[in-house]
């Protein structure tokens, strides 16, 4: 038996007919779509109904098995609307009285409704799908929906209408600019936003700025050091830029004459490695602190604040030997140093984590001796 089943999904037969759905029979379903068509010629669904109608005809005039049913939702949203198609569907198969297989042909009146098919599928299968729509609007349904579809989804939503937004703004900005008398202040800052959202768009930035975001939220209520940490980095960070700046201003006005590259990096190094060093040193601490509460520390991550100390003292004693600050032999003891609390670090903690970790090989296999006896 073939079901022809035309769809309403907002459910304008019930609203403006007072008919209880499903219809289900030819002349059930001809009262409905006349009554319809009474109260609203103008409505589309007056069209779904007599094409399932002409559909039942020519099919019964062929001596062929087929039914015809009026399904509808309702006008609270998609999701309600296609459970309660769903529902309507089921009651429409249990009251057809066949030994038949039954398969079904939707007829609708455009796209918004046929985003029932999925739901009718699930529990008769289909033969077929039959769209009416006015001649003179055959696409005017489908463009509206697949626009309000659009305007639905925020990512597209913020994709097309930011940009869109600040394209139209450009004029009446433009005129403010005009009174007063900043025209080009306006377009270009109306210029740059938009400029910097499409940047951001197109690589991404968005996403990552709310993932940092995210994991800087769940450290904070984790209360992991490291977001500590990394503020007090960013803080001594600025402070070694500012005490470079001025280092290099001390020394401009300490030299005569134009000052080589070399002496400006040096005096911006020897300015700030202290702080930075600090920098380092917290953030390295920081994360070492996490990695113990987490039971994740190995010896050797304790090597990084240890690193950090010897970079700084070679940079430091490099730049102050350029700017004059000290002699050779400081500089060679500066380097040796360095280099020798990398290595002796390296060292140590590597002989610890060999230590531990044959003592926890020996622990182990004990065990295993004790399980076996």
Known sequence: MLLVLCVDLDDDLGRKTGFSTPVIGRDPVEEAAVALATEDPEDSDVNVIFQGLHVYDDLADRDESVEVAVVTGNDEGDVKANREVGDEVDTVLASLSTAEDVTALVVTDGAQDESVIPIIRSRVPID???????????????????????????????????????????????????????????LGT?????????????????????????????????????????????????????????????????????????????????????WIAAAGVTTSLGQITDE????????????????????????????????????????????????????????????????????DADEASGTRSAERA
């Open 292 to 359: 113990y509460i987490a039971g994740s520390l190995e010896w050797r991550y304790l090597n990084a604040p240890f690193y950090v100390l010897s970079i700084a003292v070679v940079l430091y004693a490099v730049s102050a030997f350029f700017l004059d600050e000290v002699g050779i032999s400081f500089l060679a003891t500066a380097l040796t140093v360095g280099t020798l609390l990398g290595i002796a670090s390296t060292l140590a903690f590597a002989v610890i984590e060999s230590r531990y970790a044959d003592d």
């Open 128 to 186: 077929g799908v039959r769209r009416v729509v006015v001649r003179q609007a055959q696409n005017l349904e489908s463009m509206y929906y697949t626009i309000k579809q659009v305007l639905n989804d925020p990512e597209t939503r913020g994709t097309v209408l930011i940009p869109l937004g600040i394209l139209l703004l450009i004029y009446p900005l433009a005129l403010v600019g005009t009174v007063l008398d900043m025209p080009g202040f306006v």
């Open 190 to 274: 109306t210029s740059a936003l938009l400029g910097l959202y499409l940047i951001s768009r197109g690589l991404g930035l968005g996403d990552r700025l709310d993932a940092a975001v995210e994991r800087a939220r769940r450290s904070l209520y984790a209360g992991r050091t490291t977001l500590l940490a990394y503020v007090v980095a960013a803080a001594l960070f600025a402070l070694g830029g500012v005490s470079g700046r001025n280092e290099l201003e001390a020394v401009r006005e300490a030299t005569p004459g134009e000052v080589g590259v070399p002496v400006m990096l040096s005096a911006l190094v020897y300015g700030s490695i202290q």
